[in-house]
């Protein structure tokens, strides 16, 4: 995306080791930007992004549960809170 001209991201993730890592890595990338956060409980004011692209996070949220189709009621309720972070710091459509 940035290669794309999109320069202005924020990425989020849960471990500080990846988060010092990429950006160690990009460090040539003078926009983006990298932040070690919870997804149940993100730091931003509401609507603070235009799009929020999610990639693996529910997956890893899921890693325990033995049908994606049917979720178990403790994954549902991490899962419900974790889009309701998303949609709250997004401006989003339809979610």
């Not at 849960?14 to 988060?19: E, G």
């Not at 890592?21 to 997804?39: G, V």
């Not at 993100?42 to 949220?61: C, I, N, Q, R």
């Not at 309720?77 to 989003?92: G, K």
């Amino acid at each position: 995306m940035y290669q794309a001209g999109y320069t202005s991201i924020t990425n989020v993730d849960y471990s500080s080791v990846c988060v010092e890592s990429m950006a160690e890595r990009h460090k040539d990338c003078a926009r983006l930007s990298w932040l070690c956060m919870d997804a149940r409980r993100l730091a931003f004011s509401d609507g603070v992004f235009d799009v929020v692209l999610e990639k693996g996070t529910l997956d890893a949220m899921l890693v325990e549960e033995t049908d994606p189709w049917k979720v178990s009621e403790k994954a549902a309720r991490l899962l419900h809170q974790v889009l309701l972070e998303v949609r709250n710091d997004s401006v989003t459509f339809g979610l």
